[in-house]
């Protein structure tokens, strides 16, 4: 059916109603995908695990599991392009599939040359899943004891070499240190308060200069 040398391209359908599921697998077999039927939602989860494919298209209303539910567990291990594909066109409707994790979301009917193009349009944008072996994140340094840490922080302090001093200044340091004054150790008077009794009384004196003012 492909060449040897040709890319594999797997599509698995989701689809309760066999009319609409056989015209699916006729128009991605004609875009060149080995497409792989389903009817319902658990079985379609099964074969995405089991063939891994780059395009999925997903009914909404199914038995068993809904189409939205369906889509959010797609999203919890694969990276395929899953397209919606529902009568389903309310815009709460829309947005509810998009938040679940569909990259496309067309209303029944739908013409097959819309489908095909909006699934090559995808394709023109690889995705890149995360390797299951990547590097996890590094861990956070291990604290350190908070004197260290400031220790480490501070710039050096530098230190500044001794100074040799000269024989003249040694001698003149000599000489100052045995003429230091001695330290005067006689006690301060000590203020006593004349008793109010023994204090002198200037009233009358003053009053006679007073007088002798005003006589003169």
Do not use: C, W
Request: no cysteine; proline share 12%.
């Amino acid at each position: 059916m492909f060449p040897d040398n040709a890319p594999r391209r797997v599509a698995v359908i989701i689809e309760d109603d066999p009319d609409i599921r056989n015209l699916l697998e006729a128009v991605l077999s004609q875009a060149g995908f080995e497409a792989i039927a389903t009817s319902n939602g658990l079985d379609g989860i099964a074969a995405i695990r089991a063939y891994d494919p780059i395009v999925t298209t997903l009914d909404v209303s199914m038995p068993g599991i809904d189409g939205f539910e369906t889509s959010r567990r797609i999203r919890a291990f694969s990276s395929t392009y899953l397209v919606i594909l529902t009568a389903r066109g309310d815009e709460i409707d829309t947005l509810q599939g998009l938040e679940a994790g569909a990259d496309d979301y067309l209303t029944k009917p739908f013409r097959p040359r819309v489908l095909r193009a909006r699934i090559e349009a995808m394709l023109r944008r690889p995705r890149h899943p995360v390797p299951a072996d990547a590097d996890p994140e590094p861990a956070a340094p291990a604290p350190l004891d908070a004197p260290a840490a400031l220790a480490a922080a501070a710039p050096a302090q530098l230190v500044s070499p001794p100074v040799e001093a000269s024989p003249a200044d040694a001698q003149a340091a000599t000489i100052a240190a045995t003429h230091i004054p001695p330290i005067n150790t006689t006690p301060s008077p000590v203020f006593r308060p004349t008793p109010v009794a023994d204090a002198p009384i200037f009233v009358a004196s003053v009053g006679a200069e007073r007088t002798g003012l005003n006589n003169g």
